[in-house]
């Protein structure tokens, strides 16, 4: 099994393009594939984490959980990068609760670059 992650397009056109080659991979490949939605890889260039966090909650998911019922596009997991100055634990938690409640495992990254304090 090997895991593929979306992530670097940070808008719903090019996270859905990652998306549907990881989905035509698993569709092609002898192996197994996890598809796995990172959307909230990074916060995008002029967007506060406030608005990139709704957009994936608002935009993102429901057109992805759209296509998904559709059977037009499988994704597994959902991934984010919870770290100072990308996603704070609130955002995080909002954003892994949405994907938990259409279906997706969820995991995230934390504390790879800086240490959490309370």
């Known amino acids: 099994l090997v895991e593929c992650k979306s992530g670097y397009g940070l808008e719903l056109d090019t996270e ?3 998306l549907r080659v990881i989905d035509s991979a698993r569709k092609s490949l002898p192996i197994g594939v996890s ?3 990172c959307g909230a890889h990074a916060v995008p260039k ?3 984490m406030e608005e990139a966090t709704q957009d ?3 935009v993102q998911l429901p ?3 759209q ?5 037009d596009l499988q994704v597994d997991n959902i991934d ?3 770290e100072k100055g990308v996603f704070d634990l609130n955002s995080t938690r909002c954003i892994l609760q949405a994907g938990k409640d259409m279906g997706l495992d969820i995991n995230f990254h934390g504390d790879e670059l ?3 304090t309370r």
């Open 114 to 116: 800086h240490p959490r």
């Open 56 to 58: 994936i909650v608002a």
């Open 46 to 48: 002029g967007k506060t």
């Open 63 to 65: 057109k992805i959980k």
């Open 35 to 37: 598809a796995t939605y």
């Open 67 to 71: 296509l998904m019922a559709s059977g």
């Open 80 to 82: 984010v990068f919870c």
């Open 16 to 18: 859905l393009k990652m």
